[in-house]
């Protein structure tokens, strides 16, 4: 009987020890089921973040771009405009002949031309045309 009885306590210890087990087991489970979560969640915003890095980079590289085209332009206009003062400077040190000063305007030159004054008449009663028409 004691036997028994023995036996009947080792069974009970291991029947604990399991259910013991068992809660352990569900609740690392529920643990990494949390973690899971968290870890989609982290890949998520690590995406956007990837994205928005990759965006913002497309839009540096654009803007490094257009700042050099800006720079090579202002350069372009520099230099032109140092020719053309080069020009002016040369035109105005020369003094022009008497007979350049008595000629004509070139007919190269644009000149203003007076149009021709536009008359507006009424037409004839009672004609309308389109949409506004009304039915016959």
Not at 83 to 110: H, I, N, Y
Not at 114 to 121: A, C
Request: aromatic content about 2%.
């Amino acid at each position: 009987m004691a036997f028994a009885w023995h036996l009947a306590q080792e069974l009970a210890d291991a029947r604990a020890q399991l259910a013991s087990a068992r809660g352990q087991i569900d609740k690392s489970r529920a643990d990494a089921k949390a973690v899971q979560g968290e870890l989609a969640e982290l890949r998520r915003d690590a995406s956007a973040a990837k994205l928005a890095t990759e965006q913002m980079q497309a839009d540096l590289t654009s803007a490094r771009s257009f700042l050099e085209a800006e720079k090579a332009v202002g350069a372009r206009l520099r230099d032109e405009l140092a020719k053309a003062k080069e020009q002016v400077a040369g035109t105005s040190r020369r003094s022009p002949s008497p007979a350049a000063q008595a000629a004509p305007p070139s007919p190269a030159l644009p000149m203003a031309v007076n149009p021709r004054p536009t008359v507006i008449k009424m037409g004839p009663p009672a004609t309308a045309v389109g949409a506004g028409s009304p039915a016959r």
